[in-house]
């Protein structure tokens, strides 16, 4: 995008000043909002808001009871940075939650796999960015984005093959089964963890995603108690599920806390291992695979900061990290782990968390594709 307003450039000086000035500054502007008459109660309309800094302080002055209205034609910024964002999360946060877990390879494990991608990944960042000035940003990043779609599912699959591999055995050998009214079963959505989910098939299904175990869906008659039936034919075992109706008061904790013991033992006779076996875990092939997820980060937000200071005018474009960054990091990143957890408590597939990254990743591709104009440095710039 050439704007002729851009008269001091993008150069890596020019937009580390303008971060500083943006620090430097923040008690002048709160100042003259102060002195404009802003308080608690008020809605205030902010006309040529680039990335909102000016509207997150003045938000701190109206308060909870205010509304901050913020305007301006540069929408697409946020589109990019939601695909950068969940890509971030699967990256470095959910591979490290999914190897914990859901593949159970323990804390300590899983941490020093992604601490050691991470470490191997970082120069990646470097290559991309110095890339991208000669390239341009938006092949990068978009490029990122749908290299994300193309390979998550390939990674994470092979992320289970060399991390548990007793677990991908116990999955065929002996499936698991919940077996419950389709309309008792819940969408287990709870972001800050103060939902209670009491009724039979979310208990069951609460257990077996915390053990991560996957399994499938089968519907039993409106009304009836769920069960849990793991292996098939005349081997196959089953355990009822406990619902709070079904109990004196206070008694629903113990009870599921029992159901869970009970599974858990069902489980390991059945195959699936309690514990992690440390010496069958190929940690070399998942820090590789967990490289190759921070290569891809590395990809989109190698570009990412300079491509969103360059969409905006030099006059605000030194917030024009603050609101994509914090608005796609805060919301469509950070919903992850919840969303991926309710995903595999409804479908009871440990793959189906990633449709969310991959959805989001997609829609950034195609709208970016769309509407967000390249803003590769000038010559002179380099």
């Given at each position: 995008?050439?704007?002729?307003?851009?008269?001091?450039?993008?150069?890596?000086?020019?937009?580390?000043?303008?971060?500083?000035?943006?620090?430097?500054?923040?008690?002048?502007?709160?100042?003259?909002?102060?002195?404009?008459?802003?308080?608690?109660?008020?809605?205030?309309?902010?006309?040529?808001?680039?990335?909102?800094?000016?509207?997150?302080?003045?938000?701190?002055?109206?308060?909870?009871?205010?509304?901050?209205?913020?305007?301006?034609?540069?929408?697409?910024?946020?589109?990019?940075?939601?695909?950068?964002?969940?890509?971030?999360?699967?990256?470095?946060?959910?591979?490290?939650?999914?190897?914990?877990?859901?593949?159970?390879?323990?804390?300590?494990?899983?941490?020093?796999?992604?601490?050691?991608?991470?470490?191997?990944?970082?120069?990646?960042?470097?290559?991309?960015?110095?890339?991208?000035?000669?390239?341009?940003?938006?092949?990068?990043?978009?490029?990122?984005?749908?290299?994300?779609?193309?390979?998550?599912?390939?990674?994470?699959?092979?992320?289970?093959?060399?991390?548990?591999?007793?677990?991908?055995?116990?999955?065929?050998?002996?499936?698991?089964?919940?077996?419950?009214?389709?309309?008792?079963?819940?969408?287990?959505?709870?972001?800050?963890?103060?939902?209670?989910?009491?009724?039979?098939?979310?208990?069951?299904?609460?257990?077996?995603?915390?053990?991560?175990?996957?399994?499938?869906?089968?519907?039993?008659?409106?009304?009836?108690?769920?069960?849990?039936?793991?292996?098939?034919?005349?081997?196959?075992?089953?355990?009822?599920?406990?619902?709070?109706?079904?109990?004196?008061?206070?008694?629903?904790?113990?009870?599921?806390?029992?159901?869970?013991?009970?599974?858990?033992?069902?489980?390991?006779?059945?195959?699936?291992?309690?514990?992690?076996?440390?010496?069958?875990?190929?940690?070399?092939?998942?820090?590789?695979?967990?490289?190759?997820?921070?290569?891809?980060?590395?990809?989109?937000?190698?570009?990412?900061?300079?491509?969103?200071?360059?969409?905006?005018?030099?006059?605000?474009?030194?917030?024009?990290?603050?609101?994509?960054?914090?608005?796609?990091?805060?919301?469509?990143?950070?919903?992850?782990?919840?969303?991926?957890?309710?995903?595999?408590?409804?479908?009871?597939?440990?793959?189906?968390?990633?449709?969310?990254?991959?959805?989001?990743?997609?829609l950034a591709f195609l709208l970016g594709a769309l509407f967000v104009p390249e803003?590769?440095?000038?010559?002179?710039?380099?």
């Open positions: 995008m050439q704007d002729p307003a851009y008269v001091l450039g993008h150069s890596d000086r020019e937009v580390s000043r303008l971060r500083n000035q943006a620090r430097f500054l923040e008690p002048i502007t709160r100042g003259f909002l102060e002195a404009a008459g802003l308080a608690q109660g008020m809605t205030v309309l902010d006309v040529g808001s680039g990335a909102g800094d000016v509207a997150f302080l003045a938000a701190e002055l109206v308060g909870p009871t205010g509304t901050i209205i913020g305007v301006d034609k540069v929408a697409s910024a946020v589109e990019a940075a939601a695909g950068v964002a969940v890509i971030a999360f699967s990256a470095h946060l959910y591979s490290l939650l999914f190897l914990d877990r859901i593949l159970r390879i323990g804390a300590r494990d899983a941490s020093l796999v992604v601490a050691a991608a991470i470490l191997l990944g970082t120069p990646f960042y470097v290559a991309f960015g110095g890339l991208s000035d000669r390239i341009g940003r938006k092949p990068l990043v978009l490029g990122g984005c749908l290299l994300a779609v193309l390979t998550f599912f390939p990674l994470f699959h092979g992320l289970t093959h060399y991390a548990n591999p007793a677990l991908q055995k116990a999955m065929a050998a002996a499936p698991v089964t919940v077996i419950a009214p389709p309309g008792e079963c819940s969408f287990q959505f709870d972001p800050i963890g103060n939902s209670s989910f009491t009724n039979s098939c979310d208990v069951a299904k609460s257990a077996l995603t915390q053990a991560g175990v996957p399994y499938r869906n089968e519907a039993a008659p409106p009304g009836s108690v769920a069960w849990v039936r793991i292996g098939a034919g005349d081997a196959a075992t089953t355990l009822e599920s406990v619902r709070e109706n079904d109990l004196p008061q206070g008694a629903f904790k113990s009870a599921v806390d029992e159901f869970g013991r009970k599974l858990r033992q069902r489980l390991t006779e059945a195959g699936y291992p309690a514990t992690h076996a440390p010496a069958k875990t190929n940690h070399i092939m998942l820090i590789v695979l967990c490289t190759c997820l921070i290569s891809i980060l590395a990809m989109t937000y190698g570009p990412l900061g300079a491509w969103l200071v360059e969409l905006f005018p030099p006059r605000i474009r030194y917030t024009s990290l603050s609101l994509p960054y914090h608005l796609a990091n805060g919301w469509f990143g950070a919903f992850l782990p919840a969303i991926a957890f309710a995903s595999f408590a409804a479908s009871g597939n440990m793959y189906s968390g990633l449709w969310y990254p991959v959805f989001i990743a997609f803003t590769r440095p000038r010559r002179h710039e380099r």
